[in-house]
């Protein structure tokens, strides 16, 4: 859920450093098995926007509140992010749209759903960003229907698309 809070408007490389620094930041902490949400809730705002500042996290004030407030929530243990649907992680934590809870339950759960950023989007011909679950369901049923009829997985149409939009930029 964390790389999830992170990853929104922001460069995939970015991301990723700034979900590394606070992993590392765990680790280098972790004393006992404390879950990375109670380590956040323990680090706090300023502990959580450092990490993402030495990691040039754009946006670093808003995503420490975000992540803090992800890590003080129900929706921060284990047992409720495995239960909770896509609407419910969306009206929940602060910070997730339709596209990243969609990228949560796929990347957590193996779930069949799409992801559908600003690239599987231009690709579909439909509007970026589908702001209302109407919108988005609309456009995840046409993106399913188009993976299945090229006999791809819906994770696998997804990565060539990125795959095929990060070699364009």
Known sequence: MVFCILDSNVPYKRV???FQAIIDSW????DDAKLLSKFLNDLGFYGIRRILKNAHYPWYNT???FLLRWAKSSYSGPEKLREASREELVENITGISWKL????LRNTRKLRV???DRHVCRWLGVPFPLTTKANYEAAEQKFLKKANALGL???DLDLKIWEESRIKN
């Open 101 to 104: 809870a969609s990228l949560f």
């Open 63 to 65: 995503k420490a509140r």
């Open 16 to 18: 990723c450093e700034a």
């Open 153 to 155: 997985d819906p994770y």
């Open 114 to 116: 799409a992801v559908l």
């Open 27 to 30: 680790v280098m902490h972790f």
